[in-house]
């Protein structure tokens, strides 16, 4: 069976997979409400797991040391329960490989090496080397698509992950390279950071030391 993550552990999640966010793109990444988001928000802030920030023209929530601590508790529980067969351990072993691609081929579509320069940023005037990392994040697509069916089969939570990779993608397609690599836009990088994110998150796994556990 499919299980549904809490409304309290999606909005304190949302907000460890945003960094910093205002309380509509919580709610949009939790799935809830506006009104229950900002809630949630209220009561994590009195526990000490969020705090709020607003000057000038910031305003947004960011996740507390406390706060983490607390997600990373919410998501153990949570897995002992829905996830006993260690499936998103497995698939995270599974994704590592992809991940390591994905990198390289985030760093061809921003750097182009030249004959002087072997830094030299990308400026998208070669449609061969734009085309070729294209076709590699086209194959990382399909080969992400049968993980994230796996785990969401676990855990719903994991479900608009590859929708959103495709949607940034064709978009990039379409002449709009933002949205392969920009961080204020959904871009194919942005949805793949966050993946990963929430998968060392499930699995209580330091990012300094990336080693899952066999089974837990």
Same mark, same amino acid.
């Given at each position: %069976?499919?299980?549904?993550?809490?409304?309290?552990?999606?909005?304190?999640?949302?907000?460890?997979?945003?960094?910093?966010?205002?309380?509509?793109?919580?709610?949009?990444?939790?799935?809830?409400?506006?009104?229950?988001?900002?809630? %949630?928000?209220?009561?994590?802030?009195?526990?000490?797991?969020?705090?709020?920030?607003?000057?000038?023209?910031? $305003?947004?929530?960011?996740?507390? $040391?406390?706060?983490?601590? #607390?997600?990373?508790?919410?998501?153990?529980?949570?897995?002992?329960?829905?996830?006993?067969?260690? *499936?998103?351990?497995?698939?995270?072993? $599974?994704?590592?490989?992809?991940?390591?691609?994905?990198?390289?081929?985030?760093?061809?579509?921003?750097?182009?090496?030249?004959?002087?320069?072997?830094?030299?940023?990308?400026?998208?005037?070669?449609?061969?080397?734009?085309?070729?990392?294209?076709?590699?994040?086209?194959?990382?697509?399909?080969?992400?698509?049968?993980?994230?069916?796996?785990?969401?089969?676990?855990?719903?939570?994991?479900?608009?992950?590859?929708?959103?990779? #495709?949607?940034?993608?064709?978009?990039?397609?379409?002449?709009?390279?933002?949205?392969?690599?920009?961080?204020?836009?959904?871009?194919?990088?942005?949805?793949?950071?966050?993946?990963? #994110?929430?998968? *060392?998150?499930?699995?209580?796994?330091?990012?300094?030391?990336?080693?899952?556990?066999?089974? *837990?």
């Amino acid at each position: %069976m499919i299980h549904q993550s809490v409304p309290e552990l999606l909005v304190l999640h949302a907000v460890r997979l945003l960094g910093f966010a205002d309380s509509t793109a919580v709610a949009e990444r939790a799935g809830v409400s506006h009104v229950e988001a900002l809630r %949630m928000l209220s009561e994590a802030e009195r526990a000490g797991w969020v705090q709020h920030v607003g000057f000038a023209e910031l $305003d947004g929530w960011t996740l507390t $040391d406390s706060g983490k601590t #607390e997600n990373e508790r919410q998501l153990a529980a949570e897995r002992l329960y829905a996830d006993p067969q260690g *499936v998103v351990a497995a698939v995270y072993r $599974d994704f590592r490989p992809l991940n390591a691609r994905l990198l390289r081929a985030v760093t061809n579509w921003q750097i182009r090496p030249t004959a002087t320069d072997q830094f030299a940023p990308n400026d998208h005037t070669d449609r061969a080397w734009d085309g070729r990392v294209l076709e590699e994040l086209t194959a990382l697509g399909r080969d992400l698509a049968p993980l994230t069916k796996r785990l969401s089969a676990v855990l719903a939570r994991f479900n608009d992950y590859i929708a959103r990779y #495709e949607s940034a993608l064709d978009k990039a397609k379409c002449g709009e390279p933002d949205w392969i690599d920009k961080t204020d836009v959904d871009s194919c990088h942005r949805v793949w950071f966050q993946l990963h #994110e929430d998968l *060392v998150a499930t699995l209580s796994i330091d990012r300094r030391n990336e080693t899952p556990p066999s089974r *837990v």
